[in-house]
Nanobody, 124 residues
Framework: QVQLVESGGGLVQTGGSLRLSCAAS????????MGWYRQAPGKQRELVAT????????NYSNSVKGRFTISRDNAKNTVYLQMNSLKPEDTAHYYC?????????????????WGQGTQVTVSS
């Protein structure tokens, strides 16, 4: 099992910045990748950014590319999301996810672990 605890959310004005943190604990050594997702009221949860465990390869949604940066600190077992130039449409509950992927000859198995999330509100 993996436990994830997010922090760093809050209320910020348009154009401001926030840094979210996601601290992982438990059986973390086989995590394949971690990521940030968000869900606004009435909308589906969507990917924001991901980072792989091995080579720290990153991936961003088009809506945040150039404004958000995902990074990791292996010594602290923590993943960060630096959010700059925030817009009202970034308002959402942000969730951290850890993924464990096991590859076999003919198939793969994946387990996802989610944190409780942290609220980000951007005022106009």
């Amino acid at each position: 099992q993996v436990q994830l605890v997010e922090s760093g959310g809050g209320l910020v004005q348009t154009g401001g910045s926030l840094r979210l943190s996601c601290a992982a604990s438990g059986d973390i050594f086989t995590i394949s990748a971690m990521g940030w997702y968000r869900q606004a009221p009435g909308k589906q949860r969507e990917l924001v950014a991901t980072i792989t465990s091995g080579d720290s390869k990153t991936n961003y949604s088009n809506s945040v590319k150039g404004r958000f940066t995902i990074s990791r600190d292996n010594a602290k077992n923590t993943v960060y999301l630096q959010m700059n130039s925030l817009k009202p449409e970034d308002t959402a509950h942000y969730y951290c996810k850890a993924e464990k992927l096991r590859l076999y000859t003919d198939y793969e198995e994946r387990d996802d672990y989610w944190g409780q999330g942290t609220q980000v509100t951007v005022s106009s």
